[in-house]
């Protein structure tokens, strides 16, 4: 069965400090997908990467990394001087071949302080 | 695009009554899914569809029912709500050509009295 867990249930920081939200997944599937989702405080959901199992090279957008690691099964999600508007709720999700079944961890609520 | 809409956004209900969460989407999406969202839980999936006429059980199916007779809409329906089913109710959609990103609606809240 797929698992993720997200084991940081709350982070509150700083404006301007970095902060890494953890993710640790379990598939016995060869092709998988991992994605990281924001949920701000109005509720919807914002898709923000998508990652195949075959591909482990790390990604940068802008403030935000990625670090996906097949050997430690992880997918942490690094934000570089974090700012209020990052404050939300973010989900680490598993899906196999074919997403139409996504498993989602606990989720990460990140508040930014001023 | 509208993208994915979903009505209603607040919903009351008592126990025992039935309702309707409807979902559409005007991306052409072969693939359409519902997932509710518990506190501390993250999301788990209800049901999904590969395309019209085609329905699947996700995680957590019992109480609820769904049907895709069109590719734009997909709603789910509970036939006698119980407050167990207080949560907020996501549908997401994705192309089969890219099946591995799902877009998400704005969610239903549900509660049951």
């Known amino acids: 069965a797929q698992k993720v867990t997200q084991a940081q249930t709350e982070i509150s920081v700083v404006e301007k400090e970095d902060v890494t939200l953890d993710c640790v997944y379990e598939t016995r599937d060869t092709t998988y997908y991992l994605f990281w989702y924001k949920q701000p405080p109005s509720g919807e959901l914002v898709f923000l990467i998508r990652r195949n199992s075959f591909d482990e090279q790390n990604e940068i957008s802008g403030r935000y990394s990625w ?11 690094t934000i570089t001087a974090s700012q209020v508007v990052d404050s939300a709720v973010y989900f680490c999700a598993l899906s196999g071949e074919g997403a139409q079944k996504l498993v989602f961890g606990q989720g990460t609520r990140l508040t930014i302080n001023p | ?20 969460l ?8 072969e693939y359409m899914s519902w997932y509710r969202q518990d506190p501390g839980m993250g999301l788990r999936l209800i049901h999904y569809s590969v395309g019209a006429g085609i329905t699947d059980q996700g995680e957590v199916p019992n109480g609820y029912n769904v049907s895709r007779s069109t590719t734009e809409d997909f709603p789910l329906r509970l036939l006698s709500a119980a407050p167990s089913q207080t949560s907020v109710y996501f549908c997401a959609s994705s ?12 969610g239903t809240r549900l509660t049951v009295l």
């Open chain 2, 1 to 20: 695009n509208a993208g994915v809409t979903q009505t209603p956004k607040f919903q009351v209900l008592k126990t025992g009554q039935s309702m309707t």
């Open chain 1, 67 to 77: 670090n996906f690691q097949k050997s430690t099964s992880s997918f942490n999600f």
């Open chain 2, 22 to 29: 409807q979902c559409a989407q005007d991306m052409n999406h």
């Open chain 2, 95 to 106: 192309h089969h050509l890219d099946t591995d990103t799902q877009y998400f609606g704005p």
